[in-house]
């Protein structure tokens, strides 16, 4: 069944009083949420990605561990203990972060005027 079907099922159940208004409200959010494309996760990704940062704060070698644990909301250390794990493995660990040392970008230096630092 398309998703427009599916709808005007639920709305004429709705309007026979099959459903109630709480019934029919969350049917509807169930069949809405199946129909959505996988554009808009690929969207949400992408979003994402572009986000991610080298931290300048939180740093050993190039801050990619800190930037992507702020991206994940894992915990710093144990992105430095995976890429140290997969640099045991033919050495994957240090080229994935080289790669990303060179590829993704630091994050903005914050400045404080006078006026912010309440001078």
């Known amino acids: 069944m398309s998703l427009a079907e599916d709808l005007s099922r639920l709305d004429e159940l709705h309007r026979q009083g099959g459903l109630s208004d709480e019934e029919f409200a969350q049917?509807?959010?169930k069949v809405l949420s199946r129909g959505e494309t996988p554009a808009r996760n690929d969207a949400v990704v992408v979003q994402a990605l572009n986000g991610l940062r080298r931290s300048r704060s939180d740093r050993w070698?190039?801050?990619v561990?800190?930037?992507v644990a702020q991206m994940t909301g894992v915990a710093a250390w144990i992105w430095r203990i995976s890429f140290a794990l997969?640099?045991?493995c033919a050495g994957s660990g240090v080229l994935v972060y080289l790669l990303l040392w060179?590829?993704?970008p630091e994050e903005p230096v914050v400045t404080m005027t006078p006026r912010q630092l309440g001078s």
């Open 86 to 88: 997969l640099a045991l």
């Open 27 to 29: 049917a509807k959010a």
């Open 102 to 104: 060179i590829f993704v």
């Open 65 to 67: 561990c800190a930037g």
């Open 61 to 63: 070698l190039g801050g």
